[in-house]
C-alpha cells in the first residue's frame, strides 16, 4: 500500500542534497539526527495506537484486545493522523540526516503518502470483501505461548466486543466487489469459524478463569459465529445478483501508482515489464545453448527437437531425476546449510556473523500449509531470539506427491532454494537488517529489496562458481529465475494488457516450463494481488544492474564483498534509496 507523485518529489529532494547543501555542519547533523530519533520513537508509538491491527502483526501486544470497526470514522482518522504525520516530517531536510536516518525518513514519507492513496484513490475497501476477516488476529493471539493462557484469553474477550459493527461496517463499506475477492471473503470467513465455536472453547476449557468470565467469553463467541455467518450471507446474497461485478484487472494508471509505492523503484512498471520480456528471451537462448551441448550426455541417439522450448523442458525433466529420497530429503536440506556458509568464506563474498546461528527444523505444525521453507526471523519487538529455516515436512505426503515434490526440488534447484531462503540470502539479509538499528526499516521493509536481494544472490553464488559451473545447475537455476521473470510478465499483463487465462497459462507451461497445478495457482494468485508479484523480479533487477554498473565504473578496484557489506548495512530499505546513498558515498 504506497502511492507515487511523491517519488519525484524524493527523487528531488536527493538531488538537492547533494548538489546545493552539502554546506551543512556536521554538528548540525548530529543535532537534527537526535531530533529526528526523537521524532521516529514519538510517530512509531502514535502509528501503533493508530492502527492497532498492524501491531498485533509485529508483536506489539499492547493494543491486541483493540478491533477496529472499519468505518468512515476510522478512515476519517487514518487520513487525519497520516496528514498530520506528513506535516511534521517536512520539518526536517534530507541533507541533515545520517543515511540511516535518511533512508527512515524517506520510508516514512513513503508509507503515509502511501496510506493517503489508498484511503481516497485505490479504495480497496469497497470492492474487495477478503479484507474483512477477524479469524487471523484471534488465532495469532490464541497461539502465543509467551502469554499466560488465562491473559490471552481475557484480551479475546476484550477484542470480541466490536466484532459485530466489525462486520456491519464491512457491508457498509461494499459498493462494488470483484468476482474473485467475493469468492474468496468466503472461502476464508468460513475457514475461520472454527476458532470461534472450537479453539476458544477448548481453551476457555483449560483455563483457571473464573466461571463468569468463561461464560461471557463463549457468549461472545456465539455471537462472533453469527456476525461472521451473516456476512457469509451477504455476500451469497451479492453473489446470486445478476449485478455486474468489477473487474480484478486495477487498469494501468492503477498499476503504475501501487507499483512506486510498493516497489520503490527507479524504473515504471511498464519498463520493469519491459526489462522482464527481454530477460526471458535472453534465459531462453542460454538454455536452449546449454540443453544442446548437453542433450548427447543425456538422449544419446536421439535427435533433439526442432523447437527449442520443447528440447529444453525434455533436458530439464530429464535432469529433475536426479533428487533426495522421501525419508533423506530433511537431512539434505540441513546438510547444505553449512556447505554454504563455507562456500561464502572460502569466495570472500560476505561475512556471516557466527554469533547468529541458523537453526534449521521442521516447520512447527501451525506454520505450515504456506511454504514448503521458509526463515523464521525474530521480530524488532524480540530481537534476541532464534532464527529458524523451517522446512516442511513431506513425511506423510503420498509416494506419488512425495516423488513430484521431490522431482520439482530436485539435487539441483534445492540448492538454489536454500541460497535463497538461508545463505546468502534472506537469513543473512536479515542478520545485517538487525544491525542496523531501525524499527522504521523493521517494520515498512521494502519487499522488493527483501526479495530481490534473495534472488541476486542465487545468481551471485552460480557465477563464483557454487555447483562448479554445472550446466545442469545453470539450467535449474534459469528455470527457476523462469518463475520471477514471468512473475512480473504475468502480473502488468493480466492487469493493464489484459491477458487471458489461456495466454497467462500458456507463458507459464510453455514459456516458464510449470506444470498445470502451478500454473493455474499463479493465474488465480494474480487475480487476487496486484504488483506483489512484480516485487522478486524488480528487486532482482535494479540490484544485479547497480552492481554491473558498479563493477564497470570501478574496474579492478571494484570489491565483490565490500558491495555486499555496504549495500545490506542500511537495512531493508528500497533499493533505489540505498543506491543513492552508495553512489554518494
Ligand atoms: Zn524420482
Ligand atoms: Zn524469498
Known amino acids: 500500500m504506497r502511492i507515487t507523485s511523491i517519488l519525484l518529489l524524493i527523487c528531488c529532494f536527493l538531488l538537492s542534497s547533494c548538489?546545493?547543501?552539502?554546506?551543512?555542519?556536521?554538528?548540525?547533523?548530529?543535532?537534527?539526527?537526535?531530533s529526528f530519533n526523537t521524532f521516529k520513537e514519538v510517530f512509531i508509538e502514535a502509528y501503533w495506537k493508530q492502527?492497532?491491527?498492524?501491531?498485533?502483526?509485529?508483536?506489539y501486544r499492547k493494543y491486541d484486545h483493540i478491533l477496529t470497526v472499519p468505518d468512515a470514522n476510522a478512515r476519517a482518522a487514518s487520513r487525519k493522523f497520516c496528514k498530520s504525520y506528513l506535516d511534521r516530517l517536512s520539518d526536517y531536510k534530507l541533507n541533515q540526516l545520517s543515511p540511516n536516518n535518511r533512508t527512515d525518513f524517506q520510508m516514512i514519507k513513503n508509507e503515509l503518502e502511501s496510506n493517503l492513496w489508498s484511503l481516497d484513490k485505490f479504495k480497496q475497501y469497497e470492492w474487495s470483501p477478503s479484507s474483512y476477516n477477524i479469524a487471523g488476529s484471534f488465532n495469532r493471539i490464541l497461539i502465543n505461548r509467551d502469554i499466560p493462557l488465562d491473559d490471552r484469553l481475557k484480551t479475546i474477550g476484550q477484542r470480541l466486543e466490536n466484532v459485530r459493527d466489525y462486520y456491519a461496517a464491512?457491508?457498509?463499506?461494499?459498493?462494488?466487489?470483484?468476482?474473485?475477492?467475493?469468492?474468496?471473503?468466503?472461502?476464508?470467513?468460513?475457514?475461520?469459524?472454527?476458532?470461534?465455536?472450537?479453539?476458544?472453547?477448548?481453551?476457555?476449557?483449560?483455563?483457571k478463569l473464573d466461571f463468569k468470565t468463561k461464560e461471557n467469553i463463549s457468549v461472545k463467541c456465539l455471537q462472533a459465529k453469527g456476525a461472521i455467518n451473516g456476512y457469509i450471507d451477504f455476500l451469497n446474497t451479492r453473489l446470486k445478483q445478476k449485478k455486474a461485478f468489477k473487474s480484478f484487472r486495477i487498469g494501468e494508471a492503477l498499476f503504475e501508482e501501487k507499483f512506486k509505492f510498493n516497489i520503490v523503484s527507479e524504473y515504471?512498471?511498464?519498463?520493469?515489464?519491459?526489462?522482464?520480456?527481454?530477460?526471458?528471451?535472453?534465459?531462453?537462448s542460454e538454455m536452449a545453448k546449454m540443453s544442446r551441448a548437453l542433450w548427447p550426455k543425456y538422449f544419446k541417439g536421439e535427435e533433439p527437437?526442432?523447437?527449442?522450448?520443447?528440447?529444453?523442458?525434455?533436458?530439464?525433466?530429464?535432469?529433475?531425476?536426479?533428487?533426495a529420497t522421501k525419508e533423506g530429503y530433511f537431512d539434505a536440506i540441513k546438510n547444505q546449510i553449512p556447505e554454504l556458509a563455507k562456500f561464502v568464506k572460502e569466495k570472500n563474498l560476505l561475512y556471516l556473523d557466527p554469533d547468529k546461528p541458523l537453526e534449521v527444523r521442521v516447520t512447527p505444525p501451525f506454520q505450515r500449509g504456506f511454504s514448503i521453507a521458509?526463515?523464521?526471523?525474530?521480530?524488532?519487538?524480540?530481537?534476541d531470539a532464534p532464527t529458524f529455516y523451517n522446512v516442511s515436512p513431506i513425511d506423510d505426503y503420498s509416494d506419488e506427491r512425495a516423488e513430484s515434490h521431490l522431482r520439482e526440488y530436485n539435487h539441483y534447484l534445492l540448492q538454489v532454494l536454500n541460497i535463497h531462503e538461508a545463505i546468502p540470502g534472506h537469513y543473512a539479509q536479515l542478520v545485517y537488517a538487525n544491525k542496523s538499528p531501525s524499527i522504521i526499516k523493521s517494520v515498512f521493509g521494502n519487499g522488493a529489496m527483501i526479495e530481490g536481494w534473495?534472488?541476486?544472490?542465487?545468481?551471485?553464488?552460480?557465477?563464483?562458481?557454487?555447483?562448479?559451473?554445472?550446466?545442469?545447475?545453470?539450467?535449474?537455476?534459469?528455470?527457476?529465475?523462469?518463475?520471477?521473470?514471468?512473475?512480473?510478465?504475468?502480473d502488468y499483463g493480466i492487469h493493464v494488457l489484459d491477458y487471458s487465462e489461456q495466454q497467462v497459462l500458456d507463458i507459464l507451461m510453455n514459456e516458464a516450463f510449470q506444470e498445470t497445478t502451478e500454473a493455474t495457482g499463479k493465474w488465480r494468485r494474480a487475480t487476487l494481488s496486484q504488483v506483489q508479484l512484480c516485487s522478486y523480479f524488480s528487486g532482482f533487477k535494479e540490484i544485479y544492474d547497480f552492481r554491473e554498473t558498479l563493477k564497470q565504473k570501478k574496474g579492478d578496484a571494484f570489491d565483490l564483498k565490500a558491495f555486499h557489506e555496504q549495500f545490506l548495512s542500511y537495512g531493508s530499505a528500497p533499493v533505489k534509496y540505498v543506491k543513492a546513498l552508495m553512489d554518494g558515498e
Open 305 to 323: 527437437p526442432a523447437d527449442s522450448l520443447v528440447m529444453i523442458r525434455k533436458m530439464i525433466d530429464r535432469i529433475a531425476d536426479k533428487h
Open 51 to 59: 492502527y492497532p491491527g498492524h501491531s498485533l502483526w509485529q508483536g
Open 374 to 383: 521458509s526463515i523464521s526471523a525474530p521480530g524488532p519487538y524480540d530481537k
Open 268 to 284: 515504471t512498471a511498464k519498463q520493469m515489464f519491459e526489462k522482464a520480456v527481454a530477460h526471458k528471451q535472453s534465459i531462453h
Open 19 to 34: 548538489d546545493q547543501q552539502t554546506a551543512t555542519t556536521s554538528s548540525n547533523t548530529v543535532n537534527r539526527d537526535e
Open 454 to 490: 534473495a534472488v541476486y544472490t542465487e545468481k551471485m553464488m552460480l557465477e563464483e562458481g557454487y555447483g562448479d559451473h554445472e550446466p545442469e545447475m545453470w539450467l535449474m537455476y534459469y528455470k527457476w529465475n523462469l518463475r520471477v521473470t514471468c512473475n512480473t510478465i504475468i
Open 170 to 207: 464491512a457491508e457498509k463499506n461494499i459498493k462494488n466487489p470483484t468476482k474473485e475477492y467475493t469468492e474468496l471473503a468466503i472461502q476464508q470467513n468460513r475457514g475461520g469459524i472454527s476458532i470461534f465455536t472450537t479453539k476458544i472453547i477448548d481453551s476457555l476449557k483449560v483455563s
